[in-house]
């Protein structure tokens, strides 16, 4: 399993933004496809973003014009999820996952998981 750690959680203000991050410090990330999930108190894990290997394909689940943006720097074995124009009902603790083959959006058919970082939107 590929280990991966995020970063970037907090509380921002609605309308705010945040960036998190998704690093292996032990794995080459470039051959993984690599999906943002997020999970609020009582409801299910649900995909947000999904990266192909090599970021030649995204993918952006949430409906919201495209307030969110995925991208990759494998060059520093990283994945990015930037987050703008934040609402209350962002709030989640947001995960990252690898799998080997393509994007998908069911949380079962990822392999390797994070801790988890938290963001909350609120006022």
């Known amino acids: 399993q590929v280990q991966l750690v995020e970063s970037g959680g907090g509380l921002v203000q609605p309308g705010g933004s945040l960036r998190l991050s998704c690093k292996s410090s032990?794995?080459?990330?470039?051959?993984?496809?690599i999906a943002w999930f997020r999970q609020a108190p009582g409801k299910w894990r649900e995909a947000v973003s999904c990266i192909s290997a090599g970021g030649g394909s995204s993918f952006d689940f949430v409906p919201g014009e495209g307030r969110f943006t995925i991208s990759r720097d494998d060059a520093n074995n990283t994945v990015f999820l930037q987050m703008n124009n934040l609402r209350p009902e962002d709030t989640a603790v947001y995960y990252c996952?690898?799998?080997?083959?393509?994007?998908?959006?069911?949380?079962?058919?990822?392999?390797?998981w994070g801790q988890g970082t938290q963001v909350t939107v609120s006022s």
């Open positions: 996952a690898a799998r080997v083959r393509a994007c998908i959006k069911v949380p079962r058919e990822f392999t390797s």
């Open positions: 032990e794995f080459t990330l470039d051959a993984y496809a």
